[in-house]
């Protein structure tokens, strides 16, 4: 059986933890997840932009706190190839479940609505675990992504 159409065990949400994908987290409580991750962070006009072109996000939320705990986000040409953006768990004993969590869901949502898309992710090096654990192969083939992150002519 191909790796990518092995279904894995469905991950736990942690307790005092729910998903939320209607409503959007604020840009600030985004950048306060990122930067906890040392991830890069971004002004809210650049977020609001991202949210708009996005297909739909999911957020973990701590329900004690209310706190932004996970976060991932969908783009698609609804066609041939969908990507994740911006993967991302609070640090603690508890971020490879999380990310797990997030990683899965996701995938759900793409296997029921682009059924057949390709798929990249753009995610930190504490997710690659999770990602392999979904059935993600790292460079198929040989494949290499690369990225450039574009300044505007006024930085």
Do not use: Y
């Amino acid at each position: 059986m191909l790796p990518f159409l092995q279904q894995t065990k469905i991950p736990q949400l942690p307790e005092g933890c729910r998903l939320e994908t209607e409503k959007l987290p604020s840009p600030v409580a985004l950048n306060a997840l990122l930067a906890s991750c040392g991830e890069s962070t971004h002004p809210e006009e650049l977020w609001l932009r991202a949210f708009e072109r996005s297909l739909w996000q999911i957020s973990l939320i701590d329900t004690a706190t209310g706190e932004l705990i996970g976060f991932v986000r969908a783009t698609s040409d609804l066609a041939l190839n969908a990507n994740l953006w911006n993967l991302a768990a609070r640090p603690g004993p508890d971020q490879g479940q999380l990310l797990a969590v997030l990683v899965h869901r996701a995938l759900h949502i793409l296997r029921r609505d682009l059924p057949g898309c390709s798929l990249s992710v753009s995610a930190p090096e504490i997710a690659v675990s999770k990602l392999k654990q979904q059935g993600f192969i790292i460079d198929p083939n040989g494949i290499r992504a690369m990225g450039l992150r574009l300044k505007s002519t006024s930085d």
